[in-house]
T-cell receptor
């Protein structure tokens, strides 16, 4: 199995631009998670899906952030408009229903907003 | 509020010796505790877990201990190897979410 795939690996954009991060979970995993890692806040959960349905989005910082999962093999996290404080590493992770806590992480997308 | 805390940002251990990483938590409703390992430019990798109904779980060189009365868990690595040099995150599951600590950078010296 290829593992969780994220693209792009690096993204540099200017303040005000739209940013879209992409994730392909491991086949057969029903749960998909989006995390953000910063020096100040560490690794924090933004949102997670079960069977393509958003279950908990309480970690999404504000309305500029949105996430979708149109099918079992694809999810996006969008930031519009982006701000310098959004600079972070964004991870996507997936897990199977019976091992919810054993989450498999992708390599992350390092986002820099200038 | 930080529900899961790793108070040591870094730890340096000699190869072959025991590495002990510590983690404290505040929420008594957590039902699973985990350790993840992270190398630079990679995502965290699941290492070992323990249910709240147990006090020890062992997997090869890795052992996790849980002290519920003290709300404390620890990860023991013995013997430590150079490939163990990484950032280790403690995590706890509650309300269908994982809450992560800030991480401890472990360096194994030859």
């Amino acid at each position: 199995d290829a593992g969780v795939i994220q693209s792009p690996r690096h993204e540099v954009t200017e303040m005000g631009q739209e940013v879209t991060l992409r994730c392909k979970p491991i086949s057969g995993h029903d749960y998909l998670f989006w995390y953000r890692q910063t020096m100040m806040r560490g690794l924090e959960l933004l949102i997670y899906f079960n069977n393509n349905v958003p279950i908990d989005d309480s970690g999404m910082p504000e309305d500029r952030f949105s996430a979708k999962m149109p099918n079992a093999s694809f999810s996006t996290l969008k930031i519009q408009p982006s701000e310098p404080r959004d600079s972070a590493v964004y991870f996507c992770a997936s897990s199977s229903p019976d091992r919810f806590h054993e989450q498999y992480f992708g390599p992350g997308t390092r986002l820099t907003v200038t | 509020d930080q529900q899961v805390k790793q108070n040591s940002p870094s730890l340096s251990v000699q190869e072959g010796r025991i590495s002990i990483l510590n983690c404290d938590y505040t929420n008594s409703m957590f039902d699973y505790f985990l350790w993840y390992k992270k190398y630079p430019a990679e995502g965290p990798t699941f290492l070992i877990s323990i249910s709240s109904i147990k006090d020890k779980n062992e997997d090869g060189r890795f052992t996790v201990f849980l002290n519920k009365s003290a709300k404390h868990l620890s990860l023991h690595i013995v013997p430590s190897q150079p490939g163990d040099s990484a950032v280790y995150f403690c995590a706890a599951r509650g309300a269908q979410k994982l809450v992560f600590g800030q991480g401890t950078r472990l360096t194994i010296n030859p």
